[in-house]
């Protein structure tokens, strides 16, 4: 693929795992001029020394005020204009911005190039942030379990009662106090611990 | 009434009012129910502003500005009805820069005439020497602490686009930027400079208010259709923003407000250093100088809160100063009428600008400010990159 059809791409990210995944959507696309920029130390002059066609950072990076400062330098290789210069897109700004993601392009690329690259960035942000989701709550329900086998363990020793049976008194507690049998399992960790 | 309005902040003291509002309940009792959501870039927070995801938000004064005339970014009208702060930030300098102003210096050290010569007798011998040119970092091309370090620097005959590298960093990274050696020096809003000085990277040089003695900072700002639309909210917003900061001013009720503003998903530093912040009493080198004044920060005292239009008009001025954009009579225009004391007199039964509020920006050095004749206000000053 040419330099003209495959344009240069680089990805301000410090996560890397979600780099990753947006690294590899632009290249299933066919965008094979990606790089990655971790590190955010002397993040302008890595820029320039790459001198990308487009940039891509996510909002949760405080450099991203950092890169508003090419718009200044006059001295800088090309001056990039922000994805949002073009105020008629109201629709694709809002959802970059809901995703995560925002974007700077030098200028000269066409928006009809750009809009493909967006919209592959929001789609793989958005998918990050299920997977990040999923993520969290697999371990919160992790937590949980551990949380209600130590208050299984302590009804057991303290009322003499078998697994099943200190199950099924959370469990009919919970339903009783309309709450999580997680949470009756937690106040009687925190009860055992005062009591101790 | 009962509105719901979001509003972005970023972590530093002048965002004080508006976080004491919500916390201490008095956005509650004006009938607003507010969440504060705190960012991470001043780039997010106009952006959220601009598209209507913030109903309003803690802005650099200039960011607004810029905003208004499309500069830097696409172009969203704002209305600032309420001024934040006045002052607040700092000009800090590693224990070294520090070490050679002071070989250097004729004069008071608190004298920014002297200590701007002083940095210009020290560039000048790195350039001999052919030692790198010093970095200075700030927080945002539009932004205060931009036009602060050039103005004070150009007064001794630093070009601050030739002599010097000016970085814009994220407040959060100056300090172990500063340490690292990435930068020499920096202007930010507080904690930050208190935060090098405890740690023992920076000495403070000089506080904004030595070389600007009334200066715009952050505003409360709103889109103006936003404004029209929603009057109401926003009278009870600058209503409690206000009550908000006249609690603050309080010497007796700065320990609680510092207290709501260390919480962590507010400031989130320690809530001493913020009180110092507040009480103007900063400790200003390692070896435990301290300085007290009276102008660090002004958060509603000495009528902080009311927006001058001449505030406005001085930081589009330094816009054209530094090249940002060429003068136009109209964009003057729109710039003042970015900051909107009518809004602020509406809202609180106020008539016209209170007598302990001067219309002036008291600058260190040319002649005072004249916002009819910007032209040649600026003709006073010999560096500059006006566009013709």
């Known amino acids: 693929m040419s330099a003209e059809s495959s344009p240069k791409i680089v990805i301000v990210d410090e996560s890397p795992i979600r780099a990753a995944i947006l690294e590899e959507g632009l290249r299933e696309a066919g965008y094979t001029g990606v790089v990655r920029i971790s590190e955010m130390q002397s993040l302008l002059a890595q820029i320039f020394a790459l001198d990308p066609d487009v940039i891509l950072i996510d909002l949760e990076n405080p450099s991203r005020d950092v890169l508003e400062q090419m718009f200044q330098v006059s001295r800088a290789v090309r001056r990039p204009i922000a994805m949002f210069v073009d105020q008629s897109d109201a629709a694709s700004i809002q959802a970059s911005v809901d995703a995560g993601v925002s974007a700077y392009i030098v200028d000269g690329l066409k928006k009809e190039r750009i809009k493909p690259i967006l919209d592959l960035c929001i789609s793989r942000f958005n998918a990050f942030a299920k997977l990040q989701d999923e993520l969290d709550r697999a371990k919160s329900a992790l937590e949980d379990r551990k949380v209600i086998d130590r208050a299984k363990g302590i009804l057991m020793k303290v009322k003499g009662l078998t697994e099943e049976e200190a199950y099924v008194l959370l469990r009919s507690t919970a339903m009783r106090e309309k709450k999580k049998i997680s949470e009756i399992a937690q106040s009687i960790l925190t009860a055992s611990e005062m009591l101790k | 009434m009962t509105a719901s309005l979001r509003i972005g902040f970023i972590p530093l003291v002048d965002a004080a009012a508006l976080i004491v509002a919500v916390d201490k309940g008095f956005a509650r009792e004006e009938g607003l129910d507010v969440s504060l959501v705190r960012e991470v870039s001043w780039s997010n927070v106009r952006d959220k502003l601009n598209i209507g995801l913030f109903d309003a938000a803690h802005l650099l004064a200039p960011v607004a500005i810029a905003s208004s005339l499309g500069l830097g970014h696409i172009k969203v009208p704002i209305a600032a009805p309420f001024n934040l702060g006045l002052n607040g930030n700092a000009i800090t300098v590693s224990p070294a820069l520090h070490a050679a102003i002071m070989a250097e210096i004729d004069g008071e050290r608190l004298d920014p005439m002297a200590t701007s010569a002083a940095l210009a007798r020290v560039v000048a011998r790195r350039k001999k020497n052919g030692v790198e040119p010093l970095t200075f ?159 660090y920060l002004l958060v509603g005292r000495e009528g902080a809160g009311r927006p001058e239009p001449v505030q406005a008009a001085w930081l589009y001025a330094q816009m054209v100063r530094w090249g940002q954009t060429a003068y136009s009579a109209e964009a003057l225009k729109a710039a003042m009428a970015v900051f909107r004391p009518d809004l602020y007199d509406a809202a609180l039964g106020r008539r016209g600008k209170s007598a302990e509020a001067p219309d002036t920006i008291g600058a260190f050095a040319g002649p005072p400010f004249n916002p009819e004749d910007i032209a040649s206000h600026l003709a006073a000053f010999a560096i500059g990159r006006r566009k013709s």
């Open chain 2, 137 to 295: 970092g700030m927080t945002f091309p539009f932004s205060t602490h931009n036009y602060q370090l050039r103005f004070w620097m150009a007064a001794g005959g630093v070009d601050p686009d030739e002599d010097v590298r000016l970085v814009v960093l994220p407040p959060p990274y100056m300090v172990d930027s500063l340490a690292s050696g990435q930068v020499d020096a920096f202007c930010v809003g507080a904690p930050w400079n208190s935060v090098a000085v405890d740690l023992g990277v920076g000495c403070i040089l000089h506080f904004v208010s030595d070389i600007l003695v009334r200066a715009a900072e952050k505003v409360l700002a709103v889109r103006q259709s936003w404004s029209e639309q929603n009057a109401d909210v926003l009278g009870a917003l600058i209503r409690s923003t206000s009550r908000a900061a006249e609690f603050i001013e309080q010497p007796e009720n700065r320990a609680e407000a510092a207290k709501i503003l260390a919480q962590a998903d507010r400031i989130g530093v320690d809530a001493e250093v913020i009180q110092r912040t507040l009480d103007g009493r900063l400790k200003i080198s390692p070896d435990g100088t301290m300085r007290q004044s009276g102008r």
